[in-house]
């Protein structure tokens, strides 16, 4: 699962991460941070280049939820293997009328962070993080770090322990 990748502490690697990120890190037990060629950062690419299983690799979606002229923004965590539904569950777990893809430039510039590197972790405190169960049952998995140059592994189960995150089964497989 471990990959072929050279993993550390946050506090033991010189990695340029967002600020937010690098903070998030240092409280979640269990995190492990390795570079990364950015133009591997996308999930099968990077799964294949530094063979760390699809069913090991956790993507975070930025989602955009809209009822009565309010946007929600919340973070949705799936395996690569499979797809949120967005649509559905999402959307009824945010009480939103509508729910879709945050746009690119939208998710980053909120995130502060790069697209294809976006995690969970240092989001903004209010975003709610909904985690497919399937991420939890998969025991360590591989996310973004903040930049495409970087992945992040933990114990999945330490996603629980962010603001406002909470298991929800919202995907099926892709």
Do not use: H
Request: net charge negative.
């Amino acid at each position: 699962m471990r990959g072929k990748l050279d993993w550390k502490s946050p506090s033991e690697n010189d990695l340029t991460l967002p600020a937010s990120v690098r903070a998030a890190a240092a409280t979640v037990p269990g995190v492990e941070v390795a570079q990364v060629d950015p133009d591997l950062a996308d999930t099968a690419a990077f799964c294949a280049a530094y063979e760390v299983p699809l069913q090991n690799s956790a993507n975070c979606v930025i989602v955009a939820g809209k009822r009565g002229g309010e946007t929600t923004y919340a973070a949705v965590m799936v395996l690569a293997t499979m797809r949120a539904d967005v649509n559905g569950v999402v959307r009824k777990e945010l009480g939103a009328r509508k729910a879709s893809f945050a746009p690119m430039e939208e998710a980053v510039t909120l995130t502060g962070m790069e697209y294809g590197g976006i995690t969970p972790l240092g989001l903004p405190p209010e975003w709610e993080i909904l985690i497919d169960s399937a991420v939890l049952a998969a025991g360590d998995v591989v996310i973004g770090a903040g930049i495409r140059g970087a992945k992040i592994l933990l114990p999945a189960a330490s996603l629980l322990g962010l603001p406002n995150a909470r298991e929800v089964a919202l995907a099926s497989e892709a």
